[in-house]
C-alpha cells in the first residue's frame, strides 16, 4: 500500500520572512529615490507651487506656468554650462557678460539689418565658443586659478550700448509649441539632455567626472586634464551665447551688462549647487541643475505674489543657496532624515585565496559596486583586477589642486 507524504509545513519564522524581506526592499528603494536631489526638487516645486497657489489662485493659471518655465529657460542654460565646470572643480564668473556680449553682437546687425534668427544662433554660438576658448586658455594652459581668470573677463567682457532688435525674435520667445509650452521651454529641455548623454554616455564626459573627483589621481590614469578642463570652459561659453538669443528672444533688448544686471552669475552657481552639484566637483549633473533654475524662478515669482520688494531677491537665492550647502553635508539633517538604519550583514563563506578573505575590495563608491573577483591567481580576473587598479588611481589617491597638475 503506498502512501502519501505530505511536504513539511512552513516555521512561523520563514513564513514572515518572504513579505518582511519585499517590504524592506520597496522601503529601501523608495528610500533610494528619495534621497536624489532630482527628487527632492521636484517635491520642493509642486509643494511650493501647492502652497502659492492655495494662497493666491492666480498663481496656478497656465499662463503664469508658462511665464515661470520660459523665465527659468535663460538661467536654465547657463546652469548647465557651470554645472560643467563645477564638476571639473573650477567656476565660471564670467557667464553673464558672455551672455551680454553675445546678445549684443547679433543684436546690432538683427537691429540694422534684420538678420535672420538661424544666422543669429549660428552667430552666437561662435561668439560664446570664442569667448569660453579664452577661459578655458587661461585656465587650462596658462594655470590661472579659475576664480581669478574668469574674475578677470568678467570685467573685461562688456561696454557696449543699448540695442533693439526686429520682433521676429521677440514672436519666437512668445512662440508656444503647444498650449502653454514655450519654444524656450523644449530648446532648453534639449540642451539638458544632450549635456545628460554627453556627461554620461562619452569618454570625455566620463572624465569630467574623474578630474573633479581627484585631479591627480586621473592624470595619473592617463586623463588629459589639461583638455578636459579645456573642454568645460568652451561648453560653458557655448551653452551663455545659446542663452544669450534666448533672453534677446524674451526681452527684446540687451546690452553688455545684461546677465550682470540680471544677477545670471549668482543664478547660474545657484541652480548648480540646488541642483546637487558640489563645488568640490565630481559629483552632480544638469538634470539637478535645470530644476534648480525652476525651482528659482518659481521662488522668485512666488515673492513678486506675496509683494515681496525684488529688492530681496538676492537675499532670497543666497538663502536657498545656504540650505542647500548645508543639506548636501555629510551628517546634515535633510540627508539624515532618509538615512537608513544599520542592518547587519550575515556572514557568508569564502573560499580560501579569494579577495574577500584578505581584505582586498574595490572602493564601494556610488558609481561602482564591489564584486567578488574570485581567485586571485585567475587568469580571467586579471583584467577585473587591473581596471580595480585604475579606479584606485583616481577615486582613491590625496586630492591635489588642478593647478598643480602638469
Same mark, same amino acid.
Given at each position: 500500500? #503506498?502512501?502519501?507524504?505530505?511536504?513539511?509545513?512552513?516555521?512561523?519564522?520563514?513564513?514572515? =520572512?518572504?513579505?518582511?524581506?519585499?517590504?524592506?526592499?520597496?522601503?529601501?528603494?523608495?528610500?533610494?529615490?528619495?534621497?536624489?536631489?532630482?527628487?527632492?526638487?521636484?517635491?520642493?516645486?509642486?509643494?511650493?507651487?501647492?502652497?502659492?497657489? &492655495?494662497?493666491?489662485?492666480?498663481?496656478?493659471?497656465?499662463?503664469?506656468?508658462?511665464?515661470?518655465?520660459?523665465?527659468?529657460?535663460?538661467?536654465?542654460?547657463?546652469?548647465?554650462?557651470? #554645472?560643467?565646470?563645477?564638476?571639473?572643480?573650477?567656476?565660471?564668473?564670467s557667464v553673464s557678460p558672455?551672455?551680454?556680449?553675445? &546678445?549684443?553682437?547679433?543684436?546690432?546687425?538683427?537691429?540694422?539689418?534684420?538678420?535672420?534668427?538661424?544666422?543669429?544662433?549660428?552667430? /552666437?554660438?561662435?561668439?560664446?565658443?570664442?569667448?569660453?576658448?579664452?577661459?578655458?586658455?587661461?585656465?587650462?594652459?596658462?594655470?590661472?586659478? !579659475?576664480?581669478? +581668470?574668469?574674475?578677470? @573677463?568678467? @570685467?573685461?567682457?562688456?561696454?557696449?550700448?543699448?540695442?533693439?532688435?526686429?520682433?521676429?525674435?521677440?514672436?519666437?520667445?512668445?512662440?508656444?509649441?503647444?498650449?502653454?509650452?514655450?519654444?524656450?521651454?523644449?530648446?532648453?529641455?534639449?540642451?539638458?539632455?544632450?549635456?545628460?548623454?554627453?556627461? #554620461?554616455?562619452?569618454? @570625455?564626459?566620463?572624465?569630467?567626472? $574623474?578630474?573633479?573627483?581627484?585631479?591627480?589621481?586621473?592624470?595619473?590614469?592617463? /586623463?588629459?586634464?589639461? *583638455?578636459?578642463?579645456?573642454?568645460?570652459?568652451?561648453?560653458?561659453?557655448?551653452?551663455?551665447?545659446?542663452?544669450?538669443?534666448?533672453?534677446?528672444?524674451?526681452?527684446?533688448?540687451?546690452?553688455?551688462?545684461?546677465?550682470?544686471?540680471?544677477?545670471?552669475?549668482?543664478?547660474?552657481? $545657484?541652480?548648480?549647487?540646488?541642483?546637487?552639484?558640489?563645488?568640490?566637483?565630481?559629483?552632480?549633473?544638469p538634470i539637478g541643475s535645470?530644476?534648480?533654475?525652476?525651482?528659482?524662478?518659481?521662488?522668485?515669482?512666488?515673492?513678486?505674489?506675496?509683494?515681496?520688494?525684488?529688492?530681496?531677491?538676492?537675499?532670497? /537665492?543666497?538663502?536657498?543657496?545656504?540650505? +542647500?550647502?548645508?543639506?548636501?553635508?555629510?551628517?546634515?539633517?535633510? *540627508?539624515?532624515?532618509?538615512?537608513?538604519?544599520?542592518?547587519?550583514?550575515?556572514?557568508?563563506?569564502?573560499?580560501?585565496? =579569494?579577495?574577500?578573505?584578505?581584505?582586498? *575590495?574595490? !572602493?564601494?563608491?556610488?558609481?561602482?559596486?564591489?564584486?567578488?573577483q574570485g581567485e586571485l591567481?585567475?587568469?580571467?580576473?586579471?583584467? +577585473?583586477?587591473?581596471?580595480?587598479?585604475?579606479?584606485?588611481?583616481?577615486?582613491?589617491?590625496?586630492? $591635489?589642486?588642478?593647478?598643480?597638475?602638469?
Amino acid at each position: 500500500m #503506498t502512501t502519501l507524504s505530505t511536504p513539511p509545513a512552513r516555521s512561523a519564522s520563514a513564513q514572515a =520572512t518572504g513579505p518582511v524581506a519585499s517590504g524592506g526592499g520597496l522601503g529601501s528603494a523608495a528610500l533610494d529615490l528619495l534621497r536624489r536631489r532630482e527628487v527632492q526638487l521636484l517635491l520642493a516645486i509642486l509643494g511650493l507651487f501647492a502652497i502659492c497657489t &492655495a494662497l493666491h489662485p492666480q498663481f496656478g493659471v497656465s499662463s503664469n506656468i508658462a511665464f515661470i518655465l520660459a523665465d527659468s529657460v535663460t538661467i536654465m542654460i547657463v546652469a548647465v554650462g557651470q #554645472t560643467m565646470v563645477v564638476l571639473g572643480r573650477g567656476i565660471d564668473l564670467s557667464v553673464s557678460p558672455m551672455l551680454g556680449i553675445a &546678445a549684443v553682437c547679433i543684436g546690432f546687425p538683427a537691429s540694422n539689418n534684420n538678420l535672420n534668427i538661424w544666422l543669429a544662433l549660428l552667430f /552666437v554660438l561662435l561668439i560664446g565658443t570664442a569667448l569660453g576658448i579664452g577661459n578655458g586658455f587661461l585656465v587650462a594652459v596658462i594655470g590661472i586659478p !579659475p576664480i581669478i +581668470a574668469t574674475l578677470a @573677463t568678467l @570685467t573685461i567682457y562688456g561696454g557696449l550700448s543699448v540695442i533693439n532688435i526686429p520682433a521676429v525674435y521677440t514672436n519666437f520667445g512668445a512662440a508656444n509649441l503647444l498650449p502653454g509650452v514655450p519654444w524656450l521651454i523644449v530648446i532648453g529641455v534639449g540642451v539638458v539632455v544632450l549635456a545628460y548623454l554627453f556627461l #554620461t554616455r562619452t569618454v @570625455t564626459g566620463r572624465s569630467v567626472y $574623474a578630474v573633479g573627483n581627484n585631479a591627480e589621481g586621473a592624470f595619473r590614469a592617463g /586623463v588629459p586634464v589639461r *583638455r578636459v578642463l579645456f573642454t568645460t570652459y568652451v561648453i560653458s561659453g557655448f551653452l551663455a551665447g545659446l542663452a544669450g538669443l534666448m533672453y534677446l528672444c524674451q526681452i527684446g533688448s540687451a546690452t553688455s551688462t545684461s546677465g550682470s544686471d540680471g544677477n545670471t552669475n549668482l543664478m547660474s552657481i $545657484a541652480a548648480t549647487l540646488i541642483g546637487g552639484t558640489t563645488l568640490l566637483g565630481g559629483r552632480g549633473g544638469p538634470i539637478g541643475s535645470a530644476l534648480g533654475a525652476v525651482f528659482l524662478s518659481e521662488a522668485l515669482q512666488a515673492m513678486i505674489s506675496f509683494r515681496i520688494n525684488e529688492i530681496w531677491d538676492p537675499a532670497g /537665492v543666497g538663502v536657498l543657496i545656504l540650505i +542647500a550647502v548645508v543639506a548636501d553635508r555629510k551628517g546634515a539633517p535633510v *540627508r539624515q532624515l532618509f538615512r537608513q538604519p544599520f542592518r547587519p550583514q550575515p556572514a557568508r563563506a569564502v573560499k580560501p585565496g =579569494t579577495t574577500a578573505q584578505i581584505g582586498l *575590495r574595490w !572602493p564601494d563608491h556610488p558609481r561602482k559596486r564591489c564584486r567578488d573577483q574570485g581567485e586571485l591567481d585567475s587568469p580571467k580576473n586579471q583584467f +577585473a583586477r587591473s581596471e580595480r587598479h585604475l579606479f584606485d588611481a583616481i577615486f582613491s589617491q590625496p586630492v $591635489a589642486s588642478v593647478g598643480d597638475v602638469r
